[in-house]
Protein backbone atom coordinates (compact mmCIF):
# COMPACT_ATOMS: atom_id res chain seq x y z
CA UNK A 1 0.00 0.00 0.00
CA UNK A 2 0.96 3.58 -0.67
CA UNK A 3 2.64 5.44 2.27
CA UNK A 4 0.77 8.85 2.63
CA UNK A 5 2.61 11.70 4.69
CA UNK A 6 1.02 15.18 4.56
CA UNK A 7 4.45 16.41 3.88
CA UNK A 8 4.93 14.85 0.64
CA UNK A 9 4.09 16.04 -2.58
CA UNK A 10 2.42 15.02 -5.31
CA UNK A 11 4.39 14.48 -8.21
CA UNK A 12 7.84 14.97 -9.37
CA UNK A 13 9.35 15.18 -12.77
CA UNK A 14 13.06 13.87 -13.09
CA UNK A 15 14.96 13.97 -16.67
CA UNK A 16 18.00 12.23 -17.05
CA UNK A 17 20.29 13.73 -19.89
CA UNK A 18 23.39 13.17 -21.40
CA UNK A 19 24.66 15.91 -23.86
CA UNK A 20 21.23 17.10 -24.16
CA UNK A 21 22.00 21.14 -24.93
CA UNK A 22 19.97 21.15 -27.96
CA UNK A 23 17.00 20.44 -26.40
CA UNK A 24 16.46 20.75 -22.31
CA UNK A 25 16.23 23.71 -22.00
CA UNK A 26 12.75 23.23 -24.10
CA UNK A 27 11.72 20.47 -22.44
CA UNK A 28 11.89 21.95 -18.89
CA UNK A 29 9.90 25.07 -20.19
CA UNK A 30 7.40 22.94 -22.02
CA UNK A 31 7.20 21.15 -18.45
CA UNK A 32 6.62 24.89 -16.78
CA UNK A 33 4.38 26.10 -19.18
CA UNK A 34 2.09 22.13 -19.32
CA UNK A 35 1.66 22.87 -15.82
CA UNK A 36 4.72 21.59 -13.42
CA UNK A 37 6.47 24.06 -11.21
CA UNK A 38 10.05 24.30 -11.19
CA UNK A 39 10.44 23.57 -7.86
CA UNK A 40 9.37 20.13 -8.54
CA UNK A 41 11.48 19.35 -12.02
CA UNK A 42 15.03 17.56 -11.44
CA UNK A 43 17.91 17.18 -14.08
CA UNK A 44 20.58 14.31 -14.07
CA UNK A 45 23.17 15.05 -16.34
CA UNK A 46 25.01 11.44 -17.18
CA UNK A 47 28.75 13.07 -18.18
CA UNK A 48 27.04 15.57 -20.07
CA UNK A 49 29.94 17.26 -22.05
CA UNK A 50 28.49 19.88 -23.42
CA UNK A 51 26.46 22.89 -21.43
CA UNK A 52 23.29 20.70 -20.49
CA UNK A 53 23.88 21.41 -17.01
CA UNK A 54 23.97 25.41 -17.12
CA UNK A 55 21.05 25.23 -19.49
CA UNK A 56 18.99 23.49 -17.26
CA UNK A 57 20.66 26.13 -14.07
CA UNK A 58 19.27 28.30 -16.25
CA UNK A 59 15.49 27.47 -15.64
CA UNK A 60 15.75 25.22 -12.15
CA UNK A 61 16.61 26.32 -8.82
CA UNK A 62 19.81 25.80 -7.04
CA UNK A 63 20.08 21.95 -6.14
CA UNK A 64 18.00 20.26 -8.74
CA UNK A 65 20.80 19.44 -11.20
CA UNK A 66 22.83 16.85 -10.40
CA UNK A 67 25.93 16.28 -12.39
CA UNK A 68 27.31 12.52 -12.27
CA UNK A 69 29.69 10.33 -14.13
CA UNK A 70 28.55 8.84 -16.90
CA UNK A 71 27.14 6.11 -15.64
CA UNK A 72 24.03 5.32 -18.03
CA UNK A 73 20.43 5.98 -17.92
CA UNK A 74 18.95 3.77 -15.72
CA UNK A 75 21.39 4.71 -13.50
CA UNK A 76 21.19 8.40 -13.74
CA UNK A 77 17.32 7.79 -12.92
CA UNK A 78 18.03 6.04 -9.90
CA UNK A 79 20.94 8.15 -8.54
CA UNK A 80 18.60 11.29 -9.17
CA UNK A 81 15.68 9.63 -7.75
CA UNK A 82 17.82 8.88 -4.20
CA UNK A 83 19.76 12.08 -4.49
CA UNK A 84 16.91 14.27 -4.93
CA UNK A 85 15.04 12.38 -2.24
CA UNK A 86 12.46 11.71 -4.43
CA UNK A 87 10.80 8.87 -2.53
CA UNK A 88 10.62 10.28 0.45
CA UNK A 89 9.27 13.93 -0.52
CA UNK A 90 6.92 12.83 -3.58
CA UNK A 91 3.98 10.05 -3.87
CA UNK A 92 5.04 9.59 -7.33
CA UNK A 93 7.42 10.54 -10.15
CA UNK A 94 7.34 11.38 -13.33
CA UNK A 95 10.55 10.08 -15.60
CA UNK A 96 10.86 11.95 -18.48
CA UNK A 97 13.11 11.64 -21.93
CA UNK A 98 15.32 15.38 -22.37
CA UNK A 99 13.61 15.88 -25.80
CA UNK A 100 9.99 15.89 -24.36
CA UNK A 101 6.93 18.32 -25.29
CA UNK A 102 3.94 18.28 -22.83
CA UNK A 103 0.59 19.57 -24.09
CA UNK A 104 -1.12 22.36 -22.14
CA UNK A 105 -2.30 20.80 -18.47
CA UNK A 106 -0.43 17.50 -19.21
CA UNK A 107 0.49 17.77 -15.23
CA UNK A 108 -2.38 18.92 -14.07
CA UNK A 109 -3.95 16.26 -15.53
CA UNK A 110 -2.23 14.04 -13.91
CA UNK A 111 -2.12 15.25 -10.74
CA UNK A 112 -5.74 15.05 -10.81
CA UNK A 113 -5.96 11.15 -12.08
CA UNK A 114 -2.85 9.48 -10.80
CA UNK A 115 -4.53 7.21 -7.93
CA UNK A 116 -3.63 4.97 -5.17
CA UNK A 117 -5.41 2.09 -7.00
CA UNK A 118 -2.11 1.58 -9.79
CA UNK A 119 1.59 2.12 -9.31
CA UNK A 120 2.51 3.12 -12.39
CA UNK A 121 0.51 5.34 -14.98
CA UNK A 122 1.49 6.16 -18.69
CA UNK A 123 0.12 9.04 -21.17
CA UNK A 124 -0.97 9.45 -24.33
CA UNK A 125 2.12 9.82 -26.69
CA UNK A 126 2.13 11.93 -30.09
CA UNK A 127 4.92 12.36 -32.60
CA UNK A 128 6.21 16.35 -33.31
CA UNK A 129 5.83 17.47 -36.70
CA UNK A 130 8.16 16.36 -38.73
CA UNK A 131 9.07 14.82 -42.12
CA UNK A 132 7.92 12.06 -43.46
CA UNK A 133 9.38 9.35 -40.49
CA UNK A 134 7.53 11.42 -37.97
CA UNK A 135 4.71 11.29 -40.60
CA UNK A 136 4.71 7.22 -40.25
CA UNK A 137 4.79 7.60 -36.46
CA UNK A 138 1.53 9.44 -36.01
CA UNK A 139 0.03 6.59 -37.63
CA UNK A 140 2.39 4.13 -35.32
CA UNK A 141 1.09 5.74 -32.85
CA UNK A 142 -2.23 6.35 -33.29
CA UNK A 143 -2.70 2.57 -33.94
CA UNK A 144 -0.41 1.50 -31.17
CA UNK A 145 -2.36 3.57 -28.74
CA UNK A 146 -5.39 4.93 -29.57
CA UNK A 147 -6.57 1.37 -30.24
CA UNK A 148 -4.11 -1.32 -29.00
CA UNK A 149 -3.06 1.03 -25.24
CA UNK A 150 -6.29 0.75 -24.07
CA UNK A 151 -6.73 -2.84 -25.49
CA UNK A 152 -3.56 -3.72 -23.63
CA UNK A 153 -5.01 -1.09 -20.08
CA UNK A 154 -8.16 -3.04 -20.21
CA UNK A 155 -6.44 -6.30 -19.90
CA UNK A 156 -3.56 -5.37 -17.51
CA UNK A 157 -1.06 -6.44 -19.91
CA UNK A 158 0.95 -2.38 -20.96
CA UNK A 159 4.08 -4.12 -22.28
CA UNK A 160 5.98 -1.16 -22.33
CA UNK A 161 5.87 2.71 -20.38
CA UNK A 162 7.63 5.12 -22.93
CA UNK A 163 10.05 6.55 -21.54
CA UNK A 164 9.06 9.83 -22.55
CA UNK A 165 6.23 9.39 -20.36
CA UNK A 166 6.37 7.30 -17.42
CA UNK A 167 4.77 7.54 -13.78
CA UNK A 168 5.91 5.21 -10.92
CA UNK A 169 4.18 5.42 -7.32
CA UNK A 170 7.41 6.12 -4.84
CA UNK A 171 6.55 3.49 -2.98
CA UNK A 172 7.16 0.53 -5.61
CA UNK A 173 10.80 2.01 -6.25
CA UNK A 174 12.59 0.30 -3.93
CA UNK A 175 11.27 -2.79 -5.81
CA UNK A 176 12.88 -2.15 -8.95
CA UNK A 177 16.61 -2.68 -10.47
CA UNK A 178 17.64 0.00 -11.86
CA UNK A 179 21.30 -1.50 -11.80
CA UNK A 180 20.85 -4.20 -14.44
CA UNK A 181 22.06 -2.48 -17.92
CA UNK A 182 19.50 -2.81 -20.78
CA UNK A 183 19.29 -1.43 -24.11
CA UNK A 184 15.67 -0.71 -23.20
CA UNK A 185 15.22 0.65 -19.67
CA UNK A 186 11.54 1.24 -19.81
CA UNK A 187 10.80 -2.02 -21.25
CA UNK A 188 13.00 -3.54 -18.64
CA UNK A 189 11.04 -1.47 -15.50
CA UNK A 190 7.48 -2.34 -17.55
CA UNK A 191 8.16 -5.62 -16.70
CA UNK A 192 9.31 -5.93 -13.76
CA UNK A 193 6.19 -4.23 -12.90
CA UNK A 194 4.49 -7.06 -13.99
CA UNK A 195 6.93 -10.30 -12.89
CA UNK A 196 7.26 -9.01 -9.66
CA UNK A 197 3.23 -8.47 -9.31
CA UNK A 198 3.26 -4.94 -8.03
CA UNK A 199 0.24 -3.50 -9.09
CA UNK A 200 -1.78 -1.73 -12.16
CA UNK A 201 -0.33 -0.06 -14.37
CA UNK A 202 -2.79 3.20 -15.65
CA UNK A 203 -3.20 4.72 -18.99
CA UNK A 204 -3.86 8.46 -18.84
CA UNK A 205 -5.07 9.30 -22.57
CA UNK A 206 -6.08 13.02 -21.36
CA UNK A 207 -2.21 13.58 -20.58
CA UNK A 208 -1.01 13.97 -23.62
CA UNK A 209 3.05 14.14 -24.13
CA UNK A 210 5.22 15.00 -27.31
CA UNK A 211 8.34 13.32 -28.66
CA UNK A 212 11.01 13.87 -31.46
CA UNK A 213 11.57 11.66 -33.88
CA UNK A 214 14.29 10.73 -35.85
CA UNK A 215 15.23 13.01 -38.39
CA UNK A 216 16.03 10.65 -41.49
CA UNK A 217 16.17 6.88 -42.21
CA UNK A 218 19.39 6.36 -40.82
CA UNK A 219 18.90 7.43 -37.22
CA UNK A 220 15.19 5.85 -37.38
CA UNK A 221 16.66 2.17 -38.28
CA UNK A 222 19.27 2.91 -35.91
CA UNK A 223 16.49 3.14 -33.18
CA UNK A 224 13.99 0.23 -33.94
CA UNK A 225 17.12 -1.83 -34.15
CA UNK A 226 18.06 -0.69 -30.46
CA UNK A 227 14.32 -1.20 -29.49
CA UNK A 228 14.02 -4.58 -31.01
CA UNK A 229 17.33 -5.77 -29.48
CA UNK A 230 16.12 -4.54 -26.31
CA UNK A 231 12.42 -6.30 -26.80
CA UNK A 232 14.29 -9.63 -27.43
CA UNK A 233 16.78 -8.93 -24.36
CA UNK A 234 13.61 -8.51 -22.47
CA UNK A 235 12.03 -11.29 -23.73
CA UNK A 236 14.72 -13.52 -22.47
CA UNK A 237 16.02 -11.83 -19.32
CA UNK A 238 12.00 -11.41 -18.14
CA UNK A 239 11.55 -15.45 -19.48
CA UNK A 240 8.59 -13.91 -21.05
CA UNK A 241 6.37 -16.92 -22.69
CA UNK A 242 7.48 -19.49 -20.18
CA UNK A 243 4.85 -18.54 -17.88
CA UNK A 244 1.44 -18.74 -18.18
CA UNK A 245 0.53 -15.04 -17.73
CA UNK A 246 -1.73 -12.54 -19.10
CA UNK A 247 2.07 -10.35 -20.18
CA UNK A 248 3.14 -13.51 -21.59
CA UNK A 249 0.01 -13.99 -23.76
CA UNK A 250 -0.43 -10.85 -25.02
CA UNK A 251 3.35 -10.65 -25.91
CA UNK A 252 2.88 -14.00 -27.32
CA UNK A 253 0.79 -12.53 -29.56
CA UNK A 254 2.68 -9.29 -30.61
CA UNK A 255 5.34 -11.81 -32.15
CA UNK A 256 3.14 -13.93 -33.69
CA UNK A 257 1.62 -10.46 -35.43
CA UNK A 258 5.30 -10.89 -36.77
CA UNK A 259 5.54 -13.80 -37.62
CA UNK A 260 2.25 -14.00 -39.76
CA UNK A 261 3.60 -10.91 -41.69
CA UNK A 262 6.63 -12.38 -42.18
CA UNK A 263 4.84 -15.34 -43.71
CA UNK A 264 2.71 -13.05 -45.88
CA UNK A 265 5.72 -11.32 -48.01
CA UNK A 266 7.00 -14.39 -47.89
CA UNK A 267 5.38 -18.03 -47.97
CA UNK A 268 2.23 -16.42 -49.85
CA UNK A 269 4.01 -15.21 -52.65
CA UNK A 270 6.00 -18.97 -53.03
CA UNK A 271 2.31 -20.48 -52.81
CA UNK A 272 0.85 -18.76 -55.30
CA UNK A 273 3.63 -18.99 -57.96
CA UNK A 274 3.54 -22.65 -57.27
CA UNK A 275 0.22 -22.96 -57.86
CA UNK A 276 0.10 -20.44 -60.55
CA UNK A 277 -2.82 -18.53 -59.07
CA UNK A 278 -2.22 -15.06 -57.99
CA UNK A 279 -5.47 -14.54 -55.95
CA UNK A 280 -4.82 -15.22 -52.71
CA UNK A 281 -1.73 -12.68 -52.94
CA UNK A 282 -3.17 -10.15 -54.75
CA UNK A 283 -6.67 -10.49 -52.30
CA UNK A 284 -4.06 -10.34 -49.33
CA UNK A 285 -2.51 -6.81 -50.90
CA UNK A 286 -6.30 -5.25 -51.31
CA UNK A 287 -7.36 -6.24 -47.29
CA UNK A 288 -4.06 -4.87 -46.45
CA UNK A 289 -4.11 -1.94 -48.22
CA UNK A 290 -7.52 -1.20 -47.40
CA UNK A 291 -6.59 -1.39 -43.79
CA UNK A 292 -3.49 0.84 -43.55
CA UNK A 293 -5.11 3.27 -45.80
CA UNK A 294 -8.09 3.16 -43.46
CA UNK A 295 -6.13 3.54 -40.20
CA UNK A 296 -3.91 6.35 -42.03
CA UNK A 297 -6.99 8.58 -42.56
CA UNK A 298 -8.59 7.98 -39.09
CA UNK A 299 -5.23 9.13 -37.85
CA UNK A 300 -5.30 11.98 -39.87
CA UNK A 301 -8.59 13.48 -38.88
CA UNK A 302 -8.16 12.52 -35.42
CA UNK A 303 -4.87 14.12 -34.89
CA UNK A 304 -6.02 16.88 -36.97
CA UNK A 305 -2.72 16.08 -39.38
CA UNK A 306 -4.30 15.94 -42.75
CA UNK A 307 -0.65 16.28 -43.74
CA UNK A 308 0.54 12.69 -42.99
CA UNK A 309 -1.55 11.12 -45.89
CA UNK A 310 1.07 12.41 -48.44
CA UNK A 311 3.48 10.02 -47.19
CA UNK A 312 1.27 7.04 -47.23
CA UNK A 313 2.60 5.18 -50.04
CA UNK A 314 6.25 5.11 -47.80
CA UNK A 315 4.40 3.76 -44.84
CA UNK A 316 5.27 0.28 -46.85
CA UNK A 317 8.91 0.59 -46.63
CA UNK A 318 8.68 1.18 -43.43
CA UNK A 319 6.88 -1.68 -42.36
CA UNK A 320 9.45 -3.74 -44.31
CA UNK A 321 12.44 -2.32 -42.56
CA UNK A 322 10.46 -3.25 -39.29
CA UNK A 323 9.52 -6.72 -40.04
CA UNK A 324 13.47 -7.29 -41.25
CA UNK A 325 14.90 -5.42 -38.46
CA UNK A 326 12.29 -7.02 -36.05
CA UNK A 327 13.60 -10.57 -37.15
CA UNK A 328 17.34 -9.31 -37.29
CA UNK A 329 17.09 -8.68 -33.86
CA UNK A 330 15.72 -11.82 -32.51
CA UNK A 331 18.56 -13.69 -34.40
CA UNK A 332 21.13 -11.16 -32.82
CA UNK A 333 20.05 -11.75 -29.50
CA UNK A 334 18.07 -14.94 -29.08
CA UNK A 335 20.27 -17.56 -31.54
CA UNK A 336 23.34 -15.60 -31.22
CA UNK A 337 23.05 -14.47 -27.71
CA UNK A 338 24.94 -11.20 -28.73
CA UNK A 339 24.60 -7.94 -26.16
CA UNK A 340 24.16 -9.86 -22.91
CA UNK A 341 25.45 -6.87 -21.44
CA UNK A 342 25.93 -3.58 -22.09
CA UNK A 343 28.29 -0.46 -21.68
CA UNK A 344 26.27 2.68 -20.28
CA UNK A 345 26.28 4.29 -23.58
CA UNK A 346 23.43 6.78 -24.84
CA UNK A 347 21.91 6.29 -28.30
CA UNK A 348 20.94 9.75 -28.39
CA UNK A 349 23.70 10.95 -28.52
CA UNK A 350 24.35 13.64 -32.16
CA UNK A 351 20.14 12.41 -32.63
CA UNK A 352 18.76 15.55 -30.86
CA UNK A 353 17.66 18.54 -33.11
CA UNK A 354 16.51 21.81 -31.93
CA UNK A 355 12.44 21.62 -31.88
CA UNK A 356 11.11 24.08 -34.54
CA UNK A 357 8.65 26.22 -33.36
CA UNK A 358 5.76 25.17 -36.06
CA UNK A 359 6.30 21.68 -34.36
CA UNK A 360 5.64 22.54 -30.86
CA UNK A 361 2.44 24.30 -31.83
CA UNK A 362 0.88 20.91 -32.39
CA UNK A 363 1.25 20.14 -28.42
CA UNK A 364 -1.71 22.56 -27.44
CA UNK A 365 -3.86 21.43 -29.95
CA UNK B 1 6.67 -4.54 -27.75
CA UNK B 2 7.49 -0.98 -29.37
CA UNK B 3 5.68 -2.25 -32.57
CA UNK B 4 2.73 -0.43 -32.91
CA UNK B 5 1.75 -0.20 -36.90
CA UNK B 6 2.08 -3.83 -37.44
CA UNK B 7 -0.84 -5.05 -35.03
CA UNK B 8 -2.53 -6.22 -38.69
CA UNK B 9 -1.74 -8.90 -39.81
CA UNK B 10 -3.69 -11.56 -38.58
CA UNK B 11 -6.78 -9.35 -39.18
CA UNK B 12 -5.96 -9.03 -42.42
CA UNK B 13 -4.73 -12.85 -43.08
CA UNK B 14 -8.04 -13.85 -41.40
CA UNK B 15 -9.90 -11.52 -44.02
CA UNK B 16 -8.57 -12.54 -47.17
CA UNK B 17 -9.16 -16.11 -46.46
CA UNK B 18 -12.58 -14.87 -45.94
CA UNK B 19 -12.64 -13.05 -49.30
CA UNK B 20 -11.21 -15.89 -51.27
CA UNK B 21 -13.28 -18.33 -50.11
CA UNK B 22 -16.35 -16.62 -50.77
CA UNK B 23 -14.98 -15.22 -53.99
CA UNK B 24 -16.93 -16.63 -57.23
CA UNK B 25 -14.41 -17.93 -59.78
CA UNK B 26 -15.33 -15.08 -61.92
CA UNK B 27 -14.00 -12.79 -59.73
CA UNK B 28 -10.26 -13.94 -59.70
CA UNK B 29 -9.10 -12.35 -62.37
CA UNK B 30 -10.52 -8.88 -61.93
CA UNK B 31 -9.01 -9.09 -58.20
CA UNK B 32 -4.84 -9.62 -59.49
CA UNK B 33 -5.50 -6.53 -61.98
CA UNK B 34 -7.14 -4.58 -59.68
CA UNK B 35 -3.87 -5.01 -57.42
CA UNK B 36 -1.33 -4.19 -59.96
CA UNK B 37 -3.31 -1.30 -60.46
CA UNK B 38 -3.47 -0.18 -56.65
CA UNK B 39 0.61 -1.64 -56.82
CA UNK B 40 1.27 0.30 -59.78
CA UNK B 41 -0.70 3.53 -58.25
CA UNK B 42 1.19 3.23 -54.60
CA UNK B 43 4.15 3.48 -56.66
CA UNK B 44 3.56 6.50 -58.66
CA UNK B 45 2.17 8.16 -55.53
CA UNK B 46 5.63 7.72 -53.55
CA UNK B 47 7.40 8.88 -56.59
CA UNK B 48 5.74 11.86 -56.60
CA UNK B 49 5.65 12.11 -53.03
CA UNK B 50 9.40 12.31 -52.81
CA UNK B 51 10.28 14.64 -56.07
CA UNK B 52 7.96 16.90 -54.07
CA UNK B 53 10.24 16.63 -50.57
CA UNK B 54 13.11 17.20 -53.18
CA UNK B 55 12.15 20.16 -54.89
CA UNK B 56 10.75 21.99 -51.69
CA UNK B 57 14.22 21.23 -49.88
CA UNK B 58 15.90 23.51 -52.82
Redesign the interface.
Known amino acids: MPIHTRERRKLALIIPAHNEQMVVGDTIRSAIRAGQSPDDIYVVSDGSTDWTVELAYLVLPDGHVLDQPQMGKAMAMANGILNFGLVQRYEWIHIADADGVFADGYFDELRRRLSPKFVAATGHLQSLKG??IAK?RV???T???E??RRIQSLLGTI??IPGATCILRTDIVEHLDFLHPSL?ED?DLTLQIHRRKLGKIAYIPQAKALTQDPKDFADYHRQ?LR??RG?WQMIRRHGIGRRAGRIDAY?G??V???I??LM?VTLLPIYCIAIG?????????????A??LG?TLWAAWLNRRPDII???????V??FV??YT?FRAWFEIVVLRKFGSDAPGWTTEGRRYRIAPEALGVANK | ?????????????A??VT??TA?PNTG?ES??Q???A??AG??V??GI??AQ?MFSKH
Open positions: GWYFEYMGLVMPVTMIWYGMFMLEEVLQNYVPMATMFLVDLAVIAAFPLYYLRNLF | MYSHGRVLSVATSGTAVMMTVIAVAALLWAYIS
